[in-house]
Structure formats: C-alpha cells, structure tokens
C-alpha cells in the first residue's frame, strides 16, 4: 500500500472544514484519500468547538447534534427552543447561528459535560465563557477551516 504525508489537509467529512496537519494519506485506486480515524477526531473536534473565539457556525451545530444521536425536536427541548429554532440554525450553514449567547454558552457546557464527567472542567470552562461574553463574529465571510 503505497502512503506519504501531507503537512496540511483540511478534511469536510463533518459537515466543515477541518484543518489537520500531518496526515497519513493512502492510494485508494489512483486516488490519495486521508487515513483518519474519525472516532478519534470528534472528540477533538467537539473540545474545539466548546471553546471557539467565535460564534457556531451552523454546520457546526448540526454536526454537535447528529454526534450525540439528537433529533431535532429533542435537541431543541435540551435547550428551551423550539424545533424551528434549531432548524433555522443549522441552516446558516456556514454562518453563525445568531443563537442567543446564553443558549449557544449551554451548549458549549453541554459538549464539555458529555465529553468530560469531571465538574472541574466543567467549571473552568463555565468560568471562561462567562468571562468572555458573547464572543465577536467578525465578518460575515465563509467558515475558515476549523485548527484541531
């Protein structure tokens, strides 16, 4: 099997872009495809996105919910939204949500809570987050590849 590395690869098999650097890349049929292994990088991947300089992205989003197996509907009742709601989210694709702070803050809580059961973490990043404010957009440009 014929491999090499590549120094920078941005990988969009979660909904977004994803830079990764120094990846094993494999000949698939002429083809180099990436050697990832994605059980591995969600949980990078979703520690990321709890602690973001910026707002969700909707994609963003979708993807938070399908990893912890939520509906819609259910996904919205966590948060005290209607399902509507949530749906207008994920829309914005590769946008911010323009989420309420307080809910987009729960759901950052949420991610750290389900990867972490440790409380002290949990509190740090409640304490940093509500420190920090909302956090600015910038502009309203595409999704730059997320740094995992």
């Known amino acids: 099997m014929e491999t090499k590395k590549a120094k920078d690869y941005i990988d969009h098999s979660l909904g977004f872009p994803v830079h990764l650097g120094q990846v094993t890349m494999v000949k698939v049929r002429g083809e180099w495809a990436p050697k990832v292994d994605y059980a591995r990088l969600a949980p990078k991947v979703l520690r ?13 989003v979708r993807f938070v919910r399908l990893h912890f197996n939520l509906t819609q509907q259910t996904f919205a ?44 973490g ?27």
């Open 48 to 60: 990321v996105l709890s602690r973001l300089e910026r707002p969700l992205h909707g994609q963003e």
């Open 122 to 148: 949990v509190g740090r990043l409640y304490e940093q987050l509500t420190k920090k404010r909302r956090p600015s957009s910038g502009p309203t440009k595409q999704a730059e590849a997320l740094e995992v």
């Open 77 to 120: 009742e966590k948060f005290g939204v209607s399902h509507v709601a949530v749906h207008k989210w994920e829309r914005s694709g590769v946008h911010a949500t323009g989420m309420q702070w307080s809910t987009e803050k729960d759901l950052r809580l949420f991610i750290q809570s389900c990867l972490s059961p440790d409380p002290v």
